[in-house]
Protein backbone atom coordinates (compact mmCIF):
# COMPACT_ATOMS: atom_id res chain seq x y z
CA UNK A 1 0.00 0.00 0.00
CA UNK A 2 2.88 2.20 0.82
CA UNK A 3 4.51 1.82 -3.02
CA UNK A 4 0.53 2.97 -4.15
CA UNK A 5 1.12 6.19 -2.11
CA UNK A 6 4.47 7.36 -3.48
CA UNK A 7 3.69 6.08 -7.02
CA UNK A 8 0.54 8.32 -7.20
CA UNK A 9 2.53 11.08 -5.52
CA UNK A 10 5.16 10.70 -8.06
CA UNK A 11 2.49 10.46 -10.41
CA UNK A 12 0.68 13.73 -9.67
CA UNK A 13 4.48 15.45 -9.65
CA UNK A 14 5.35 14.40 -12.75
CA UNK A 15 1.98 15.54 -14.54
CA UNK A 16 2.71 18.81 -13.28
CA UNK A 17 5.82 19.25 -14.72
CA UNK A 18 4.52 17.93 -17.93
CA UNK A 19 1.44 20.62 -17.18
CA UNK A 20 4.40 23.01 -16.45
CA UNK A 21 6.74 22.56 -19.24
CA UNK A 22 3.39 22.66 -21.71
CA UNK A 23 3.09 26.11 -20.26
CA UNK A 24 6.43 27.07 -20.94
CA UNK A 25 7.04 25.53 -24.17
CA UNK A 26 3.65 28.45 -25.41
CA UNK A 27 5.15 31.02 -23.76
CA UNK A 28 8.50 30.66 -25.31
CA UNK A 29 6.57 30.45 -28.45
CA UNK A 30 4.87 33.43 -27.75
CA UNK A 31 7.91 35.55 -26.72
CA UNK A 32 10.65 33.97 -28.69
CA UNK A 33 10.75 36.59 -31.37
CA UNK A 34 10.47 39.16 -28.69
CA UNK A 35 13.53 38.39 -26.93
CA UNK A 36 15.67 38.62 -29.91
CA UNK A 37 13.91 41.96 -30.41
CA UNK A 38 11.89 41.21 -33.19
CA UNK A 39 8.47 42.20 -33.81
CA UNK A 40 6.28 39.51 -34.94
CA UNK A 41 2.53 38.64 -35.14
CA UNK A 42 1.17 35.55 -33.67
CA UNK A 43 -0.12 33.32 -36.10
CA UNK A 44 -3.06 32.15 -33.85
CA UNK A 45 -3.65 28.78 -36.28
CA UNK A 46 -0.08 27.50 -35.66
CA UNK A 47 -0.24 28.29 -32.32
CA UNK A 48 -3.86 26.50 -31.67
CA UNK A 49 -1.93 23.62 -33.43
CA UNK A 50 0.73 23.59 -31.19
CA UNK A 51 -1.37 24.09 -27.87
CA UNK A 52 -3.68 20.82 -29.50
CA UNK A 53 -0.32 18.59 -30.17
CA UNK A 54 1.34 19.45 -26.70
CA UNK A 55 -2.26 18.39 -24.91
CA UNK A 56 -2.53 15.23 -26.47
CA UNK A 57 1.10 14.79 -25.49
CA UNK A 58 -0.04 15.41 -22.00
CA UNK A 59 -3.06 13.22 -22.05
CA UNK A 60 -1.19 10.52 -23.67
CA UNK A 61 1.69 10.64 -20.47
CA UNK A 62 -1.43 11.52 -18.07
CA UNK A 63 -2.89 7.71 -19.95
CA UNK A 64 0.50 5.98 -19.48
CA UNK A 65 1.19 6.89 -16.39
CA UNK A 66 -2.23 5.27 -15.10
CA UNK A 67 -1.21 2.38 -17.06
CA UNK A 68 2.01 2.31 -15.25
CA UNK A 69 0.50 2.90 -11.57
CA UNK A 70 -2.34 0.22 -12.35
CA UNK A 71 0.54 -2.13 -13.06
CA UNK A 72 2.99 -1.92 -10.33
CA UNK A 73 -0.38 -1.80 -8.18
CA UNK A 74 -0.88 -5.60 -9.74
CA UNK A 75 2.50 -6.34 -9.36
CA UNK A 76 2.38 -5.23 -5.92
CA UNK A 77 -0.50 -7.38 -4.92
CA UNK A 78 0.43 -10.49 -6.53
CA UNK A 79 4.04 -10.12 -4.61
CA UNK A 80 2.09 -10.02 -1.33
CA UNK A 81 0.25 -12.75 -2.31
CA UNK A 82 3.57 -14.98 -3.02
CA UNK A 83 4.72 -14.05 -0.27
CA UNK A 84 1.80 -15.38 2.02
CA UNK A 85 2.16 -18.55 0.12
CA UNK A 86 5.37 -18.82 0.50
CA UNK A 87 5.01 -17.94 4.18
CA UNK A 88 2.67 -21.04 4.38
CA UNK A 89 4.73 -23.71 2.40
CA UNK A 90 7.79 -22.29 4.95
CA UNK A 91 5.58 -23.41 7.72
CA UNK A 92 4.51 -26.52 6.15
CA UNK A 93 8.16 -27.48 5.48
CA UNK A 94 9.12 -26.84 8.91
CA UNK A 95 6.50 -28.87 10.28
CA UNK A 96 7.38 -32.13 7.70
CA UNK A 97 10.92 -31.93 8.94
CA UNK A 98 10.11 -31.74 12.08
CA UNK A 99 7.88 -35.23 12.01
CA UNK A 100 10.75 -36.68 9.49
CA UNK A 101 13.42 -35.87 12.47
CA UNK A 102 11.33 -37.74 14.58
CA UNK A 103 11.19 -40.62 12.39
CA UNK A 104 14.51 -40.75 11.91
CA UNK A 105 15.26 -40.66 15.46
CA UNK A 106 12.45 -43.15 16.34
CA UNK A 107 14.09 -45.46 13.34
CA UNK A 108 17.75 -45.47 14.73
CA UNK A 109 16.37 -46.29 17.78
CA UNK A 110 14.61 -49.58 16.34
CA UNK A 111 17.45 -49.99 14.48
CA UNK A 112 19.67 -50.66 17.25
CA UNK A 113 17.14 -52.08 19.25
CA UNK A 114 17.57 -54.53 15.85
CA UNK A 115 21.14 -55.10 15.75
CA UNK A 116 21.32 -55.78 19.55
CA UNK A 117 18.68 -58.31 18.71
CA UNK A 118 20.30 -60.23 16.06
CA UNK A 119 23.53 -59.77 17.26
CA UNK A 120 22.15 -62.13 19.91
CA UNK A 121 20.50 -64.33 16.98
CA UNK A 122 23.47 -64.64 15.86
CA UNK A 123 25.40 -65.73 18.43
CA UNK A 124 23.07 -68.71 19.10
CA UNK A 125 23.56 -69.78 15.87
CA UNK A 126 27.58 -70.48 16.98
CA UNK A 127 28.82 -67.49 15.11
CA UNK A 128 32.42 -66.01 16.74
CA UNK A 129 32.62 -61.73 17.62
CA UNK A 130 34.48 -60.74 14.38
CA UNK A 131 31.71 -62.60 12.26
CA UNK A 132 28.74 -60.91 13.92
CA UNK A 133 30.83 -57.98 14.18
CA UNK A 134 31.38 -57.67 10.48
CA UNK A 135 27.37 -58.78 9.67
CA UNK A 136 25.99 -56.21 12.24
CA UNK A 137 28.10 -53.23 11.64
CA UNK A 138 28.88 -52.46 15.15
CA UNK A 139 32.35 -52.90 17.01
CA UNK A 140 34.10 -55.90 18.29
CA UNK A 141 33.71 -53.96 21.95
CA UNK A 142 29.66 -52.90 21.49
CA UNK A 143 29.22 -57.21 20.35
CA UNK A 144 31.01 -58.17 23.45
CA UNK A 145 29.43 -56.11 25.33
CA UNK A 146 25.99 -57.28 24.34
CA UNK A 147 26.78 -60.51 24.48
CA UNK A 148 28.20 -60.52 28.13
CA UNK A 149 25.06 -58.52 29.27
CA UNK A 150 23.39 -61.25 27.78
CA UNK A 151 24.35 -64.13 30.14
Request: charged share 35%; hydrophobic share 40%; proline share 1%.
Amino acid sequence: MLLEGVTGHMLIISLIVADLAVCVVVVLYFFRGRARGEETSIDTARLRKLIHTLGGLVKESDRASRNLLDALNDRHRRTEQLFREMDTKERQMARTIREAEQTIQKSDDFGHTHKYSEVSRLADLGLDVEEIARRVELPKGEIELILGLKR
